[in-house]
C-alpha cells in the first residue's frame, strides 16, 4: 500500500487497552513508529475526557475524540464540546432516579454519580476506579453540570420501560447489554467526530483507519476506509470490519498497522 499520509483513530477500552487496562508496549511502541512515519494518531473514545488519563495522552497522540464524537481536540485547540443543557439535564436525572435505574454523567472535567439514592452503586462505581482523585464527584454538588453524556445501568428495581421512550425521543442510543446503554446528544458519534477532525485538518482525501472492538465502534468503523475490529471484538462489529486482527495482549495494534504497512 501507498504510504501516504493516514489518519488513524483507536478506541480505548479493548482496543488500546488490555484486560488489565494496560497499553501492552507493542502497542505503544507501534503509534510512536506510526507517527514518526508520519502519519497522525487519535485516540476515539466513548470515554469522557475526564477519563482520558495522563498515561494514556502520554502515549503521544495528535487529538483526542471524546464522549462519542461530542468532545474533540485537536493538539492544544478544542473543537468540540457539546454539553447538554442543564434544565433537560436535571429532568432527566429526576427520571432516572424516580425509575430506579443507576447512571453515571460524563464531562470533560468529572465523572457525576448519585451518593444519596443509589450508595450501594456509588460506592462500586469508586472501588473499580482506584487511584482516580478528584475525577468523581455528585452531581449536586456541580455548579454548573457540564455533561456532554451519560451511561445508564438496569437493576431489577428499574422501570426502564418507562424512561426508554423518553430518552429516545431526546438522544441517541447505543445499548451493549440489554441492562446497559449509553446516551448521546442527537447526531453524533465517533463517526462524526472522524468527519470533524478530517474537515479541521483540510484532510478530506487522507485515508482513514479505525481500530475498535465495540458497538459504539460500530460508525467509526464504517466511517473509516479501514475498520479493524479487535479479536474478541463483537460479532456485529467483525462483520462490519475491513480486517480482523489480533486482540491488544496479543498485539493487535501493532499487526494491523504492519498489515496495511503503515509501520515496518
Not at 471524546?66 to 468540540?80: D, F, K, N, R
Not at 479479536?231 to 462483520?239: K, Q, T
Amino acid at each position: 500500500m501507498e504510504t501516504r499520509k493516514a489518519l488513524v483513530f483507536f478506541d480505548i477500552d479493548g482496543t488500546l487497552l488490555d484486560r488489565q487496562q494496560q497499553a501492552p508496549e507493542s502497542a505503544v511502541q507501534a503509534i510512536a513508529q506510526l507517527r514518526a512515519n508520519g502519519h497522525l494518531a487519535f485516540i476515539n473514545t466513548g470515554r469522557c475526557m475526564a477519563m482520558v488519563s495522563e498515561e494514556i495522552q502520554a502515549i503521544g497522540f495528535d487529538g483526542i475524540v471524546a464522549s462519542c464524537g461530542t468532545h474533540i481536540t485537536v493538539g492544544s485547540q478544542t473543537l468540540e464540546n457539546i454539553l447538554i443543557p442543564e434544565d433537560q439535564l436535571q429532568s432527566i436525572i429526576q427520571l432516572l432516579i424516580a425509575n430506579q435505574i443507576d447512571f453515571w454523567l460524563e464531562g470533560p472535567d468529572h465523572v457525576y454519580l448519585d451518593s444519596v439514592t443509589h450508595p450501594a452503586f456509588y460506592r462500586k462505581f469508586l472501588s473499580e476506579y482506584p487511584g482516580w482523585p478528584g475525577l468523581f464527584a455528585d452531581f449536586r454538588d456541580a455548579k454548573p453540570l457540564r455533561v456532554n453524556k451519560f451511561s445508564y445501568l438496569i437493576n431489577r428495581h428499574s422501570q426502564f420501560d418507562q424512561v426508554e421512550p423518553i430518552l429516545r425521543n431526546q438522544f441517541d442510543l447505543i445499548i451493549h447489554r440489554e441492562d446497559h446503554g449509553e446516551v448521546i446528544p442527537k447526531g453524533f458519534s465517533k463517526a462524526t467526530g472522524i468527519d470533524q477532525v478530517k474537515t479541521f485538518l483540510g484532510q478530506s482525501g487522507a485515508k482513514v483507519f479505525a481500530f475498535g472492538d465495540s458497538l459504539n465502534d460500530l460508525d467509526m468503523l464504517k466511517a473509516a476506509d479501514f475498520g479493524i475490529a479487535m479479536g474478541g471484538s463483537r460479532s456485529r462489529l467483525i462483520e462490519l470490519s475491513s480486517h480482523l486482527t489480533d486482540s491488544p495482549a496479543d498485539h493487535g495494534i501493532a499487526n494491523a498497522l504492519r498489515h496495511y504497512q503503515l509501520i515496518e
